[in-house]
């Protein structure tokens, strides 16, 4: 396989979602890094995150449960790799099965650009091992970031668009 192959199929397994939220950017990245945030948002719509603990640092970690509608527990965890107050994050990103083992682990990097008081969120998470687990990771990070959106619009004392 050459090289060229090998490149196109990591990018068949990358992510990439933008959001505009109507907040500040401060606002935005705190409700990443403050787990009392960080609770009201996160997961897919109907999804409570009922554990969250974070260790905002670079080689600190994270883990959460998300639960579903349904009453199933989803468990991830990861590490910081990169903070860059209000600008970026980066870390690892694996879901872990019932006895708390990691599964694939991938690299999500969050920027947070300044719009005129708004704030330009993009999310890359790479590499997946299948096209089709990206494309289930897209559908909850577009549902999570709607929430975000709600939330962080709300916090800044502004109706969600």
Partial sequence: MTATTEAGRAAD????VTRVLDAPRALVFEAWTDPARLVRWWGPKGFTTPAC???VRPGGGFR?????????DHRLRGRYREIVPPERLVFTFAWEDERG??????????????????????????VFETAEARDSHHEGWSE???RLGAYAASAAGRQPE
């Fill in 144 to 146: 999570c970031l709607d």
């Fill in 13 to 16: 397994r990358e992510l990439v």
């Fill in 64 to 72: 959460m449960s998300m639960r579903s509608p349904e009453g199933t």
């Fill in 53 to 55: 603990e974070m260790d």
């Fill in 101 to 126: 083992k990691p599964g694939h682990e991938t690299v999500v990097t969050v920027t947070f650009a300044d719009e005129d008081g708004r704030t330009r969120l993009t999310l890359h998470q790479a």
